[in-house]
Each structure stands twice: as C-alpha cells, then as structure tokens.
C-alpha cells in the first residue's frame, strides 16, 4: 500500500542553519508529492509540491526534489529563521486516485532559536 | 479567489453529547471536500471525503458521519461524543490539480 514515512522531530535548530527534514515514500505507479506547513493552531498550508520524478518544489525559500530511485522528497532551507518554527507534513497523492486522498506522514516539529 | 471557512474555531462539549461542525468554501464549484482529525501530537487521519452532494465515502468507522447538503458545504456531526473524539478538526477542498486546500481547523475538546 501507500505509505509516508518522515523523520522524527522535534528538529531543533539555531537561526541561519541549514535545514533537511526526510521523507521517503511508498507508493504504486507515480505520485504527486507535497510538503504543508502547520503554524501553531492553524490549518495545514501548502509549501511546494512536485507532479513527477525530478522535479523540484520550491516556495519562500524552501525546496524538494522528487527522487524516485530513492523514493524520497526531503524538504531542505539553506538558512532558516525563527518564523519557521512550525510542524511539517510530507504527503502524496496517488495517481490512480481521481478523489486525490492524500496519505500524510505524522509531521516534523522544527524550532528554531534566536 | 477561493476561500474556505470552518466553524466553530473552538469548541467544548462533554461526554454524550451531539457535534456539529461546518465547512463551507467560496469561489469554487464542485470541489472534492474532505474531513480530517489530528489527534494531539500525531499526523492527519481522513475520516470522509465527497466528490458530489449526497455523496460521501466513510474511511474510517467510527461514531462520526458527515453530510453534504450543498455543493460547497461538508458537515461533520456526531450523535453522541467519546472522549477519543477530541481532536483538530480540518477540513479541505480540492480542486483539479490534485493540490488540497485546508481550512483554519476546529478545535474539539470533549470533557
């Protein structure tokens, strides 16, 4: 079956670092794959996603690469701040599904500090 | 511009007790809408999806049901709550480009 699987957080970086969070997938045929954003007590936000193999996601400085030899999409940032502080969600979407139901890896916690 | 609503924002009920949440979204027609739940610290659970009025697909069984009785509103609704209900209700739409769109989330506590 499908499935996402993310790494464990939380993440806790300092401002400026150099920012990788993993995701790895399993998935028949050729996903869609996203990254959202979740600030505290809000909705899900889409950051960038990718519709085919080497693609490249990228959004407020953030970006992805769909890997499909390693079945990977790992969100990276060159140099973070403290308004990144936020939960991650990987997530793909079948492409054999007309209703688009995602699977969601379980989130990453990234704090950043001043 | 599409936009989606969720309401109530907060909400406290107690044990035994009915739900219900609405979802409705603007600027779009036909959208694919789904429910979700967060449990506190864990991923998004689907819990129903509908590509049409009247049309709704259970993924997970549980004491919850949904409805959809306009196009663009999607109703989460419970008879009778459990504490295992509380959660971080979402809601989304979809459009054609498979990208899914969330809205700002219900924040259910049952007592």
């Known amino acids: 079956g499908n499935s996402v699987t993310q790494m464990e957080g939380p993440v806790t970086l300092s401002e400026e670092a150099f920012l990788t969070i993993n995701c790895t997938y399993t998935?028949?045929?050729?996903?869609?794959l996203f990254w959202y954003v979740q600030y505290p007590g809000e909705g899900l936000q889409l950051l960038l996603k990718?519709?085919?193999?080497?693609d490249k996601g990228s959004n407020k400085g953030f970006e992805a690469t769909y890997r499909k030899e390693t079945t990977s999409f790992h969100l990276e940032k060159g140099s973070v701040q403290v308004s990144d502080s936020a939960v991650y969600f990987c997530?793909?979407?079948?492409?054999?599904?007309?209703?688009?139901?995602?699977?969601f890896g379980t989130g990453t916690r990234l704090k950043v500090l001043a | 511009s599409q936009t989606i609503h969720q309401w109530p924002a907060t909400l406290v009920q107690p044990v035994g007790s009915p739900l219900s949440l609405e979802c409705t979204v603007e600027g779009t027609s036909n959208p694919n809408l789904y429910w979700y739940r967060q449990a506190a610290g864990r991923g998004l659970q689907l819990l129903f999806y509908s590509v049409g009025i009247g049309q709704i697909s259970s993924e997970v069984p549980q004491n919850l049901s949904a409805s959809r009785p306009q196009d663009r509103q999607f109703i989460l609704s419970s008879k009778k709550l459990l504490l295992s209900d509380s959660g971080f209700y979402l809601c989304a739409w979809g459009g054609g480009g498979n990208e899914q769109f969330f809205g700002p989330g219900t924040r259910l506590t049952v007592l």
């Open positions: 998935a028949t045929g050729y996903p869609s």
């Open positions: 997530a793909l979407s079948p492409t054999t599904s007309g209703t688009y139901k995602y699977i």
């Open positions: 990718a519709t085919k193999a080497d």
